[in-house]
């Protein structure tokens, strides 16, 4: 399998270098600058994917009982993802799947300048983040820092979101095996996140949704990994995912980190005095880590900018009226009263749309083959979270903080159907872990009923070969 993959690898190496010049097209993007995929951006490309994943995978491969496993998986999830990302950058896809990765390019190549001492680019990135007081000023600098190393090449920014995006199915399955200790739903769950198409489709481009969902997974992963142990090494990624994820969505890092002290607070094992001297120091640590990094400012600049239901009500009228796809236009949200009532709705467009009726364009109908599995798995995502809550509830804390929190911010905010459907991806990876344990339980069951009926007739006293048939 291995030999299977590495010949697949450098395939689809040697056919992106070779045929993504010759059949890619100059194109103008929409800040009026002319770029071309040349045979040397493709090489460097290409190059910069094959050091960053041989890294990855070195990391992934460490685990002792499932490395083996999870850098397979890894490895196939990203040459899909390089695949999927090829072809939108050659056939200049990005209008059509997500525009904001010209956005990105532009800003990114900007802060490239602004580094070389550039004071008319630098003021122009600082507009456009708000001083780093908006979202998206982590993507800038990320986009930049790629710039810097290979050139301006979204493809490269492209190859490495599609890293996260691959990396994230392993750590989906190590935080699944954390909490339930069964390999069978750790598996679903990665398989899951590794191949569901709109997962590979957001984590394939110039955008910030890769990363957002590669740190809300590794967030939560070593929230569970600290609740059983304190490590230098855990307590470090956790504040850096954190600060990065503050970086590219400030909403989101409240959010989660409401979700980790919240989970600290609650524990994930009986309340002893060591559980408690460690969870509080986890806290303090956190506390002191924010604080010195002027995250305690930096939150209160930002929820006095946005965290008023007017602003939200704004916002959520722009995107319903700015769309084909647009719901809810005579919804006000700019009350309590309001926003409560809009749950019900919100809820019902963020888990479900697009509906069948709704697909009236190419770009709506791509989705009904995954929005038909989507649909037929949520009464196991409601089965598995119902024995979570039963059997996990301690364990499980942080994802049912962040993803119910989300989940309901998500109801009041959103009034467009395609951005809801590209912003599930950031509850999805969480909720396939639910989809998982419902569907285990369900095999278990069916599984639980042959046995008892292979073994009815010895509990009648009559051999196995002679049993009657059953009627």
């Known amino acids: 399998m291995n030999g299977v993959i590495t010949l697949l690898a450098l395939i689809l190496a040697v056919l992106i270098i070779v045929f993504a010049p010759v059949l890619a097209t100059p194109y103008m993007s929409p800040f ?52 999927i990302g090829t072809a939108i950058c050659v056939f200049n896809g990005q209008d059509f799947f997500g525009g ?67 990396a994230t199915a392993p750590i989906i399955f190590l935080s699944a095996k954390e909490v339930f200790h069964n390999a069978r739903v750790a598996r679903i769950a990665g398989i899951a996140v590794a191949f569901y198409p709109s997962m590979v489709l957001w ?61 600290f607070i609650i524990g994930s094992r009986a309340v002893t005095g060591t559980a408690f001297a460690r969870q509080v120091f986890i806290l303090i640590v956190l506390g002191l880590s924010f604080t010195y990094l002027g995250i305690t400012r930096y939150a209160s600049v930002q929820l006095e900018s946005f965290g008023n239901l007017g ?13 084909k796809s647009g719901f809810g236009e005579d919804v006000d949200v700019s009350s309590a009263g309001g926003a409560i009532s809009n749950i019900p709705l919100g809820l019902l467009y963020l888990f479900f749309a697009p509906f069948p009726w709704q697909l009236a364009s190419l770009r709506q109908l791509i989705t009904l083959p995954e ?64 989809a998982a344990v419902g569907y285990v339980l369900m095999l278990e069951k069916r599984e639980a009923k042959k046995r008892r009926r292979r073994l009815e007739p010895l509990a009648r006293g009559l051999p196995l070969s002679v049993a009657p048939p059953r009627t």
């Open 32 to 83: 009026g600058q002319a770029q071309t995929v040349s045979a040397g951006l493709c090489v460097r490309a290409v190059l910069f994917c094959v050091v960053v994943a041989f890294f990855a995978g070195v990391i992934i491969r460490r685990g002792r009982d499932d490395g083996k496993y999870l850098l397979r998986l890894f490895l196939l999830a990203l040459l899909v993802r390089v695949v």
């Open 100 to 166: 904001d990765a010209w956005t990105y390019d532009y800003f990114g190549s900007q802060q490239t300048l602004a580094w070389a001492g550039d004071r008319a680019a630098a003021k122009e990135v600082a507009i456009f983040t708000g001083a780093g007081f908006q979202s998206a000023w982590g993507m800038i600098y990320l986009v930049a820092a790629i710039y810097e190393a290979v050139g301006r090449n979204m493809l490269a920014v492209q190859f490495f979101n599609a890293i996260l995006g691959a």
């Open 203 to 263: 984590s394939s481009q110039g955008l910030k949704d890769g990363p957002v969902v590669f740190f809300l997974a590794l967030t939560i992963l070593t929230t569970l990994r600290l609740g059983q142990r304190v490590t230098f090494k855990h307590v470090v990624v956790l504040i850096f995912s954190l600060v990065a994820l503050l970086s590219l969505r400030f909403y989101l890092f409240y959010m989660i980190a409401a979700a980790v002290a919240g989970s």
């Open 311 to 323: 602003r939200i009500e704004q916002t959520r009228r722009d995107a319903a009226k700015s769309a």
């Open 371 to 434: 929005m038909i599995v989507w649909w037929a798995s949520f009464p196991m995502i409601v089965l598995g979270m119902w024995f979570s809550i039963r059997y996990r509830l301690r364990l499980i804390a942080p994802i049912l903080i962040f993803t119910t929190m989300l989940s309901l911010a998500y109801s009041v905010v959103q009034g467009n159907v395609g951005t809801a459907y590209r912003q599930r991806a950031q509850l999805l990876v969480f909720y396939f872990v639910f």
